[in-house]
């Protein structure tokens, strides 16, 4: 009875394992890419919270401004 280190290995099961191992690749690769570019698309998209918008330095005067 052959070994587990010993045993052939057809081409068609390399083949098989290597296309598998690159497809997870290509899958983690897609994952970390689109993932935040998905999320940051759907923020985008939102309405503005009153937390989030940006109020001016300056308070509001009651004079007028002179030219």
């Given at each position: 009875m052959p070994r587990y280190d010993e045993r052939y290995e057809t081409a068609?099961?390399?083949?098989?394992?290597?296309m598998v191992g690159f497809l997870v690749l290509v899958g983690v690769?897609?994952?970390?890419?689109l993932?935040?570019?998905l999320e940051d698309e759907r923020n985008e998209d939102a309405p503005a919270d009153?937390?989030?918008v940006e109020t001016s330095e300056e308070p509001p005067s009651d004079e007028l401004l002179q030219e």
């Open positions: 068609k099961w390399r083949t098989l394992w290597l690769g897609i994952v970390t890419v993932r935040p570019e009153a937390a989030d």
